[in-house]
């Protein structure tokens, strides 16, 4: 069974970069050929956002209103995929999910990893 | 502000039918499809819906989905407490080339 689990700092100065690991075991990222690899955030208490996805060639796509700052990576030799977000602020704090998804929807979910941005 | 819409919250009694509506443009459930969600806090949010009406193995046939033009329906039969969290709807956007989230909706059992 396909598990995903984030890891990185839970804490994150403002105005420095975040940068995040999504670990994928029980399947490997360069045999799906058919799904994406993505991030997605949490602000608390408020809802859902996209931040980006990635396929097993590195293809990305990113939502327009970061892709000024993210950058989403893969290394299949690893199994892993990655997360940067630069120049963060408090407005970046937020429960971050990596997940695995076809073109249309959501099936596949980390447990999440808060992030805070505070100094 | 969300490009799609949902009502913020939904209540009923158990047993109850309830339904979540999604509302978005032709650029983004118009030409795409419908996803709806779980989330129980401090979880991950579940697939209970996708392709606009099909649902996952394991998933009750207590919840359905429906589309139609620019909405997606999500349906809830025989209420149950344990389906009090909040649900999302999803679809892709070809104007903006973005996955979007509806703003969610609260269920509460009364």
């Given at each position: 069974?396909?598990?995903l ?10 105005s ?32 859902l ?24 990576s ?41 992030v805070?941005?505070?100094? | ?10 209540s009923a009694?158990?047993g ?53 033009g ?14 009090e ?26």
């Amino acid at each position: 069974q396909l598990q995903l689990q984030e890891s990185g700092p839970g804490l994150v100065k403002p105005s420095e970069t975040l940068s995040l690991t999504c670990t994928v075991s029980g399947g490997s990222i360069s045999g799906s050929n058919n799904f994406y690899w993505a991030w997605i955030r949490q602000p608390p208490g408020k809802g859902l956002e996209w931040i980006g996805s990635i396929d097993y060639s590195g293809t990305t796509w990113y939502h327009p209103s970061l892709k000024s700052r993210v950058t989403i990576s893969v290394d299949t030799s690893k199994n892993q995929f990655y997360l940067k977000v630069r120049s963060v602020s408090a407005a970046d704090t937020a429960v971050f999910y990596c997940a695995r998804h076809p073109p249309s929807s959501w099936p596949d979910w980390g447990q999440g990893l808060l992030v805070a941005v505070s100094s | 502000q969300s490009v799609l819409t949902q009502p913020p919250s939904v209540s009923a009694a158990p047993g109850q039918r309830i339904t979540i509506s999604c509302s978005g443009s032709s650029s983004n459930i118009g030409n795409d499809y419908v996803s709806w969600y779980q989330q129980f806090p401090g979880t991950a949010p579940k697939r209970l819906i996708y392709d606009n009406n099909k649902r996952p193995s394991g998933i009750p046939d207590r919840f359905s989905g429906s589309k139609s033009g620019t909405s997606g329906t999500l349906t809830i039969t025989g209420l149950q407490t344990g389906d009090e969290a909040d649900y999302y709807c999803a679809t892709w956007d070809s104007s903006m080339n973005a996955h979007l989230f509806g703003p969610g909706t609260r269920v509460t059992v009364l």
